[in-house]
């Protein structure tokens, strides 16, 4: 089922107009975008969960605040990126950490995707790009995490209250950091995908 | 030696942010750019590499979502009827309370000045009265007296 931005604007009006039930809809549509994001946000699978529910719940709370400017979407990601930065200021658990910082176990787990991707199992590949992905600064890795959703610039722009020039500048840099940490640590991987594709 | 102009689009190329135009002349460029290709294909690696995080448990929130928004809607279905109500009590006390810093316990100035002022005219009427009809004009207070003792003056 395609579910188009119009849609997600009727099924607003239906829950503004009383039918709260209706907002499942716009969860489930959503729903699977905000938790990836929250994931590459967050690093941390329970916490991108809850930070997720959170999202929804003041989405659902603010509703009323949606000014149709932009798509349903882009304001969600607006929420979920000022949600995720504040849960990050909040937590001093959580800091930055850089793919060569992590634990040595976690490391061998991800050294080990080679041998896993070829295997058909990808829980290795998941784990070194989600490191990966954690190792850059948050402007840059909110910017990566919408472009993999599927974003365009001018989306992410909005979703980040940034200008579409920065994206572009940002994104860049993400690439050429992640390209360079990946051939650097997973030479192999990065070869066979190239090849398959 | 790559022409710049080009190969500084392949990212632009590669997220669809080229007009029909410049996506042609890419692709033209791409069957004899080397480079370019290996970019462009490290660029698609990079992006599977990087899919959208899997393994959450996406299922789960919807209802566990709802269930909140649920338990959100009796407070807001509540809240207009009981909206305001407190406003008009509130409103009152408040007055009360001004009224009684303010005149009772002579905070206000300005009033206890003009209260004053009433004072010192009326017993200025009163003097003005004994002088001309050579008796204190009785006020109500001896009046009441005067009835209950029965006097017909």
Redesign the interface.
């Known amino acids: 089922m395609t579910y188009s931005e119009q849609e997600d604007l009727k099924t607003i009006a239906v829950v503004l107009a009383g039918k709260?039930?209706a907002?499942?809809m716009l969860?489930?549509c959503h729903?699977?975008?905000v938790?990836?994001f929250c994931?590459?946000m967050l690093r941390n699978?329970s916490e991108?969960?809850d930070a997720?529910?959170e999202i929804?719940?003041k989405a659902?709370?603010s509703l009323a605040d949606f000014r149709r400017e932009s798509a349903f979407s882009t304001w969600l990601y607006r929420i979920a990126f000022n949600h995720c930065c504040n849960l990050r200021k909040k937590s001093s658990k959580i800091r930055l950490e850089s793919f060569d910082a992590m634990p040595e176990q976690d490391r061998e787990k991800a050294m080990a995707s080679n041998a896993k991707y070829q295997s058909g199992s990808?829980d290795g590949?998941?784990l070194?790009?989600?490191k990966?992905?954690a190792s850059l600064p948050e402007g840059y890795r909110a910017v990566?995490a919408l472009?993999?959703?599927g974003e365009?610039?001018r989306a992410i722009a909005m979703s980040l209250g940034i200008s579409e020039d920065s994206v572009?500048a940002k994104?860049?840099r993400a690439?050429l950091i992640?390209?360079a940490r990946?051939r650097h640590f997973f030479p192999d991987?990065?070869s066979k995908?190239?090849e398959r594709? | 030696m790559r022409p710049n102009r080009l190969c500084e689009k392949i990212?632009?190329y590669h997220?669809?942010?080229l007009g029909p135009e410049e996506t042609l002349e890419i692709v033209g460029h791409l069957a004899s750019c080397r480079e370019c290709m290996?970019t462009l294909?490290?660029?698609?690696?990079?992006?599977?590499?990087?899919?959208?995080?899997?393994?959450?448990?996406?299922s789960?929130?919807?209802p566990?979502?709802?269930a909140?928004?649920?338990a959100?809607?009796p407070q807001s279905r509540f809240e207009p009827l009981f909206s305001g109500c407190w406003k008009a009590p509130a409103i009152a006390l408040a007055s009360c309370a001004v009224y009684i810093i303010c005149v009772e316990m002579g905070f206000w100035s300005a009033g206890s000045a003009s209260l004053a002022a009433t004072l010192e005219s009326r017993k200025e009427s009163e003097r003005v009265y004994s002088m001309i009809f050579g008796i204190r004009r009785p006020d109500n207070e001896n009046l009441l007296v005067m009835v209950l003792q029965g006097d017909d003056k």
């Open positions: 709260t039930e907002f499942s969860i489930e729903q699977s975008k938790l990836a994931v590459y699978r991108a969960e997720a529910q929804f719940i659902f709370t990808d590949a998941t070194a790009s989600e990966v992905m990566m472009r993999l959703q365009d610039y572009r994104l860049r690439r992640l390209r990946l991987l990065m995908i190239s594709l | 990212e632009l997220d669809g942010e290996e294909a490290e660029l698609k690696a990079l992006e599977t590499m990087l899919a959208p995080a899997r393994g959450a448990n996406a789960a929130l919807c566990t979502v709802m909140r928004v649920r959100l809607q």
